[in-house]
């Protein structure tokens, strides 16, 4: 049974920084895609970032040049650096593993993310 546990969230002013992680366990996959996504409050659920073994990661417009996203495959454990934070990414952040990217299979719990001005 895959679990996803996603720990690391938080209260902050903008302009500063978070750093969130997730880990995977019982994962048995050859193939590991993972992912972050958000949803605020009265909007839909929409990918952060992704990332799979050796391919270059993607990102949502609103984070490019301020979120990294990397992947311990290892130990599939999967983080999220956020720089000069917003209130606009004030969200509930899951992440998400599946074999294949873009059919997402196993979903985290969420961590809250809350940014002030």
Known sequence: QVQLVESGGG?????GSLALSCAASGY????LCMA???????????VVATV???VTPSYADSVKGRFAIT???ASHTLY???NSLKP??????????SPFCGTWIYWGHGTQVTVSS
């Open 28 to 31: 048995t996959y050859r193939r």
């Open 11 to 15: 209260s902050v002013q903008a302009g």
């Open 80 to 82: 999220l650096q956020m």
């Open 71 to 73: 992947l311990d495959s």
């Open 36 to 46: 972050w996504f958000r949803q605020a409050p009265g909007k839909g659920r929409e």
């Open 88 to 97: 606009e990414d004030t969200a509930m952040y899951y992440c998400a593993a």
């Open 52 to 54: 799979e073994n050796d």
